[in-house]
């Protein structure tokens, strides 16, 4: 069935360090691609999303390419900061329902 | 505040009980999503509804059930409760039911004692 692999965490950085968060999916047909952020004691938040083959998904300076040759939607920052610690999770939807399959969330901390 | 408003926040009963979960989808959003966040399991999504209708079931146990009423309002009833049904119970929403990004609510925890 279809599954998606997060890097296992928790992932420690300082402060305006780069930032790379390893997911990658296993998939029928072809998926849309998804990252959530959950801050403690909070729903998910969507943070960026694609939807094909080479799509870039950008929002508050993380990014992730969708990347169907390597089955792979890598969440990038450039430089984190303490407020984005929280844990991030990778998703897919395939088929014609909203079903999000998860991948098992990575908890992000960021030291000042 | 992603508009989408789940009831109680934090519900704590027995083995055996039953509850109900309360889920007001975001304005205009016609499917509702039901996920179980547990540690063991992670994120597992249970069923889906779309506009009073079921759309795709998930590992939703034969003890849960949910419905989608015409205010599209949405339940998520647990019965014989287990403690391993102690978990985070988020609802979701999004316009269609489709490959459309769904925003959650703040989830209710539930314990079992």
């Known amino acids: 069935g279809d599954s998606v692999t997060q890097m296992e965490g928790p992932v420690t950085l300082s402060e305006e360090a780069f930032l790379t968060i390893n997911c990658t999916y296993t998939a029928t047909g072809y998926p849309s691609l998804f990252w959530y952020v959950q801050y403690p004691g909070e729903g998910l938040q969507l943070l960026l999303k694609a939807t094909k083959a080479d799509d870039k998904g950008s929002n508050k300076g993380f990014e992730a390419t969708y990347r169907k040759e390597t089955t792979s939607f890598h969440l990038e920052k450039g430089s984190v900061q303490v407020s984005d610690s929280a844990v991030y999770f990778c998703?897919?939807?395939?088929?014609?329902?909203?079903?999000?399959?998860f991948g098992q969330g990575t908890t992000l901390q960021v030291k000042p | 505040d992603s508009g989408v408003t789940q009831t109680p926040k934090h519900l704590i009963t027995a083995t055996g009980q039953r509850v109900t979960l309360r889920c007001s989808p975001r304005s205009g959003d016609l499917s509702v999503y039901w996920y179980q966040q547990s540690l063991d399991q992670g994120l597992q999504f249970l069923i889906q509804y779309y506009n009073g209708e079921e759309r795709a079931k998930g590992n939703i146990l034969e003890r849960f059930s949910a419905q989608q009423f015409p205010d599209l309002h949405s339940e998520l009833n647990l019965s014989s409760l287990e403690l391993g049904d102690s978990a985070l119970y988020f609802c979701?929403?999004?316009?269609?039911?489709?490959?459309?990004?769904?925003?959650f609510g703040d989830g209710t925890r539930l314990s079992i004692l």
């Open positions: 998703a897919l939807i395939t088929g014609n329902t909203g079903k999000l399959i």
């Open positions: 979701a929403s999004s316009v269609t039911g489709v490959d459309q990004p769904q925003h």
